[in-house]
């Protein structure tokens, strides 16, 4: 269902009496302010207490909140474009079972399933039929996600706890074909060009968001060869942070390729590192 708006999904779910999570990944603006307004019960890292909790720190978290707690994260709710995570709906005392639901599904298939991410989560509940929803959402009730342009909600027609299909529907959803070589590239050029400081940027975020996020402000700027995008993708892995900044933002009028030859000039890539 397309058309509705975040808070008045959240007012229907409270009225039935359930709880509210929200899941926000490794770079959403308001996560520590959450983590420091909730009690340890409230929150969890989904990377915890899975074969991947070395990046827990650095991976998803989930928060059962209250409508205080979501003002409080109303910098990144108003932004859903930076594809921070999702919400759902669960019965009281399910949370538990929730976070189970979730972690038994990190890694099942070639490598983490980022369901965190937004638009993964779109791509498969646009092609899962409804009697493969259950054991993809599991606890899950109900579902608020921004896809494109707006808030979309997916209820779960039998809520509950299940296995993992021994063949999930949800990963015989492809990626975007683009978009996967691009990040396959992208990857092997930083593995190739500086594994160190790739391997420290793996250890504190999730990398793949990361390149993510370079991939699309190279877009944004219009940069597309591979010169622009190795630029970009070196300089943001070296500079402090892991993101470049503000300086390098695109002039009015200026093309792709004059924007990419003035920050050549001003912000050079440091020399001697391969």
Not at 166 to 193: I, K, Q
Request: net charge negative; hydrophobic share 45%.
């Amino acid at each position: 269902m397309s058309g509705h708006d975040l808070w008045q999904w959240t007012a229907a779910q409270r009225a039935l009496g359930r709880e509210i999570v929200l899941l926000l990944d490794g770079e959403a603006s308001t996560r520590r302010e959450l983590m420091a307004a909730l009690g340890s019960d409230r929150w969890s890292a989904l990377y915890s207490q899975t074969p991947a909790a070395q990046l827990a720190s650095a991976g998803p978290i989930a928060f059962r909140v209250g409508d205080g707690e979501l003002r409080l994260a109303g910098a990144d709710l108003s932004a859903p474009q930076t594809h921070w995570g999702w919400l759902a709906s669960v019965a009281p005392g399910d949370w538990e079972a929730w976070l189970s639901h979730w972690r038994a599904r990190l890694m099942v298939g070639p490598g983490l399933y980022r369901f965190h991410d937004n638009r993964v989560l779109a791509r498969a509940l646009d092609v899962l039929a409804p009697a493969e929803l259950p054991a993809y959402l599991g606890p899950t009730i109900s579902l608020c996600y921004w896809q494109t342009e707006g808030w979309r909600v997916v209820d779960n027609p039998a809520p509950g706890s299940y296995p993992v299909p021994s063949e999930p529907a949800w990963l015989r959803v492809p990626a975007p074909a683009a978009e996967v070589t691009l990040l396959v590239n992208a990857d092997r050029y930083l593995v190739r060009h500086d594994y160190e400081r790739y391997l420290q940027l793996a250890s504190e975020q999730d990398h793949e968001a990361w390149l993510g996020r370079q991939l699309e402000q190279a877009k944004a700027w219009g940069w597309e060869t591979s010169a622009q995008l190795g630029f970009l993708l070196l300089s943001s892995l070296r500079s402090p942070g892991f993101r470049v900044g503000e300086e390098w933002a695109r002039w009015p009028e200026e093309t792709p390729e004059a924007h990419f030859q003035r920050m050549r000039r001003i912000a050079p890539l440091e020399q001697g590192r391969r």
